[in-house]
């Protein structure tokens, strides 16, 4: 009794692996099919790349200019704000029902 329910067990993992194996392989294959279509679509692309420069003085000085514009912009947003547009005010109320009316339109709350 307990070797029969060792080999089905035995049995069970094995069909399971399998199944597992097999679905893996699909989706494996699926997706390097939907990898090579999507190179072949982007072949006409330009591609843009940020390579870093082999010369470490050259990276130094992009780091340098790098953090005088972060900083330049953190105190522009402190002392200044951001974004440094008008306030924006809605019309008033009658000119609002007004438009509306002009329009054949009722307010919501006229509908009530």
Do not use: W
Not at 24 to 29: D, K, P, R, T, V
Not at 67 to 86: D, Q, T, W, Y
């Amino acid at each position: 009794m307990v070797a029969k329910r060792a080999q089905i067990h035995c049995q069970y993992f094995q069909e399971a692996r399998s199944i597992r194996e097999d679905t893996m392989g699909q989706l494996n294959e699926m997706y390097c099919n939907i990898q090579t279509e999507r190179r072949i679509v982007k072949l006409g692309e330009p591609h843009y790349v940020y390579t870093l420069d082999p010369k470490h003085s050259k990276r130094i000085a992009h780091q340098t200019a790098y953090n005088k514009e972060v900083s330049l912009l953190s105190g522009i947003a402190r002392h200044i704000g951001f974004p440094s547009a008008p306030a924006i005010v809605g019309l008033p109320p009658a000119v609002a029902k007004a438009d509306l009316e002009h329009m054949g339109l009722l307010p919501r709350s006229l509908h009530q």
